[in-house]
T-cell receptor, first 111, second 115 residues
Framework: GEDVEQSLFLSVREGDSSVINCTYT??????LYWYKQEPGAGLQLLTY?????DMKQDQRLTVLLNKKDKHLSLRIADTQTGDSAIYFC???????????FGTGTRLKVLA | NAGVTQTPKFRVLKTGQSMTLLCAQD?????MYWYRQDPGMGLRLIHY???????AKGEVPDGYNVSRLKKQNFLLGLESAAPSQTSVYFC??????????????FGPGTRLTVL
């Protein structure tokens, strides 16, 4: 079945760039998402990319999609302590109810 | 515009007790979802609804029931709680049609502990 995989932890120093990676198996994915979850809170949509795009940039966030390798990444430039959170990758196939979430990557930013 | 809200925020139950979690959204979204989040497992879909009066099973529906009597509300029921249902429960909604149609919006979660 479909699966989305992420590494569990990432630690970076404040001011450095963070790169969070995700791989997925469903080749029919239409949208791919990055969500941020802060402690004790729900998931907040950070950005999404349509499957016919290679890259999307939104301020400090850059999303790269390699559809051939089914690999998605989120780059956070100039990482701040407020970026410490769990980041979830997710995919959906347009027109269906179904979303598949990864296990989440816990980002820790060291001052 | 409150978005997606969940009631209650926390609850402790004893094994065998029942309870209902309420999700409400004020965005006029057609689709609503209930997920559970467990450590190291991401989010798993319990039940979902594509419109008022309709519900369907997701990935892990056993032990739960749902109802969508009003478009803005989606209720998740536990008839006889078990310790395996200790989890954080998230509700989400999304619009049907229009731009960003696939984007889900999440509530803040309900932390449930079953003793």
């Amino acid at each position: 079945g479909e699966d989305v995989e992420q590494s569990l932890f990432l630690s970076v120093r404040e001011g450095d760039s963070s790169v969070i990676n995700c791989t997925y198996t469903d080749s029919s994915s239409t949208y791919l998402y990055w969500y941020k979850q802060e402690p004790g809170a729900g998931l907040q949509l950070l950005t999404y990319i349509f499957s016919n795009m290679d890259m999307k940039q939104d301020q400090r966030l850059t999303v790269l999609l390699n559809k051939k390798d089914k690999h998605l990444s989120l780059r956070i430039a100039d990482t701040q302590t407020g970026d410490s959170a769990i980041y979830f990758c997710a995919e959906s196939t347009g027109g269906t109810y179904k979303y598949i979430f990864g296990t989440g990557t816990r980002l820790k930013v060291l001052a | 515009n409150a978005g997606v809200t969940q009631t209650p925020k926390f609850r402790v139950l004893k094994t065998g007790q029942s309870m209902t979690l309420l999700c409400a959204q004020d965005m006029n979204h057609e689709y609503m979802y209930w997920y559970r989040q467990d450590p190291g497992m991401g989010l798993r879909l319990i039940h979902y609804s594509v419109g008022e009066g309709t519900t369907a099973k997701g990935e892990v529906p056993d032990g739960y029931n749902v109802s969508r009597l009003k478009k803005q509300n989606f209720l998740l029921g536990l008839e006889s709680a078990a310790p395996s249902q200790t989890s954080v429960y998230f509700c989400a909604s999304r619009i049907s049609g229009g731009a960003d149609t696939d984007t889900q919006y999440f509530g803040p979660g309900t932390r449930l502990t079953v003793l």
